[in-house]
C-alpha cells in the first residue's frame, strides 16, 4: 500500500546529510520537500514503489549520493545528468533497459551498481556484475565512457541527419524556386500570347475601318460622277410644255391659212370645197 508522507514526517527522517525514505512505500518522490532540505546530500530512496522520477528530481543537484536499489524504475529522466554532483548511485533491482545520454555529464561519479537490471544484460561488458566495489567502481567508469561513445556517435548521426536534412531542404528549395521560375515565366508567355492576340485584334479593327472607309470613299466618288437622275415630275412638265406649243404651232398655222384664204381666191375656194 503506497503513502505520503507529510512534511512533518520527511524531516523527522533528515538526520545531518542524510534523508532516510527507504521502506516508506513510496510511489511518488516528494521533490519538493526534498528540495527544502539543500543539505541532504546522502538520499536512501530504496524498497519503495517507484516507477518513474519526476522531471523536477533533475532539480536536486545538491545530491552526492543517492540510493534507488530495488524500486520498479523503468527509466531515469532524460535530464539525469543534471546531478553532476552524484559521486554514488545505487540503482540494483530495477527494471532499467537503458540510461539516458545525459549521463555522461556525470563525471564525479565514482560507484555504480546497475545488477539486477536488464540493462546488465544488454550491456554485460560494460556493467560486469557489480558484485564487489571495485566491480562497482569499475562500472561507474566503463558506464560514463560508454556512454560517451554513444553521445558521440548520436551527435555523429546528428550530424548527418541535419546534414542530409539540410541539403534536402536546400533540393526543396530549388525546387521551388525553379517551380516559382517556370511559373513567372508561363505568366509572361500568357501575357505576351494576350498581348499579341490584342495587338493583332487591333490591326484587324484598323484594317476594317480603313477597308471601310475605302469603300465609302469610293461610293462617295462614284456618286459626284453619276449624271444625276432625271426628275419624272420635270420630264411631264417639259412634255406637257411641248404639247402646248405644238398646240399654239397647229392653231397659229390655222389662223394664218384662214387669213391667207380670205384673200386669195383659189384658197378660198379651196377651203370652201373642203368644207363642203
Same mark, same amino acid.
Given at each position: 500500500? &503506497?503513502?505520503?508522507?507529510? !512534511? ?13 525514505? #527507504? ?9 519538493? $520537500? ?39 524504475? &523503468?527509466?531515469?529522466?532524460? $535530464? ?21 545520454? #545525459?549521463?555522461? @555529464? ?41 556512454? !560517451? ?13 541535419? #546534414? ?99 384673200? @386669195? ?12
Amino acid at each position: 500500500m &503506497t503513502r505520503k508522507l507529510s !512534511k512533518e514526517e520527511i524531516k523527522d527522517k533528515f538526520d545531518g546529510e542524510e534523508l532516510d525514505l #527507504s521502506l516508506c512505500n513510496l510511489a511518488k518522490v516528494p521533490v519538493r $520537500e526534498m528540495a527544502s532540505l539543500p543539505k541532504a546530500r546522502v538520499v536512501d530512496l530504496s524498497c519503495n514503489n517507484l516507477t518513474t522520477l519526476p522531471d523536477a528530481f533533475c532539480t536536486l543537484r545538491h545530491l552526492v549520493r543517492l540510493d534507488l536499489s530495488k524500486n520498479a524504475l &523503468t527509466e531515469l529522466p532524460t $535530464e539525469f545528468g543534471n546531478l553532476n554532483q552524484l559521486k554514488r548511485l545505487d540503482l540494483y533491482s530495477n527494471q532499467l533497459s537503458s540510461l539516458p545520454l #545525459s549521463c555522461v @555529464d556525470l563525471e564525479q561519479l565514482r560507484w555504480l551498481d546497475l545488477k539486477s537490471n536488464p540493462i546488465q544484460t544488454l550491456w554485460p561488458d560494460v556493467i560486469g556484475n557489480c558484485l564487489s566495489e571495485d566491480e562497482c567502481r569499475q562500472c561507474a567508469i566503463n558506464v560514463i565512457r560508454h556512454l !560517451k561513445t554513444l553521445a558521440a556517435n548520436e551527435e555523429q548521426a546528428n550530424l548527418v541527419r541535419l #546534414s542530409l536534412e539540410k541539403e534536402q531542404k536546400a533540393l526543396e528549395e530549388e525546387k521551388e524556386r525553379e517551380k516559382q521560375v517556370r511559373k513567372r515565366i508561363k505568366k509572361q508567355q500568357e501575357k505576351q500570347l494576350k498581348r499579341e492576340a490584342y495587338e493583332a485584334m487591333e490591326r484587324q479593327k484598323k484594317m476594317m475601318a480603313e477597308e471601310t472607309d475605302k469603300d465609302l470613299k469610293a461610293q462617295e466618288e462614284f456618286m459626284e460622277t453619276r449624271p444625276p437622275k432625271p426628275d419624272p415630275q420635270n420630264e411631264d412638265g417639259n412634255l406637257i410644255g411641248l404639247l402646248l406649243l405644238f398646240s399654239l404651232l397647229t392653231v397659229g398655222i390655222a389662223v394664218a391659212l384662214v387669213i391667207f384664204c380670205h384673200h @386669195d381666191a383659189t384658197c378660198h375656194e379651196l377651203l370652201s370645197s373642203l368644207s363642203s
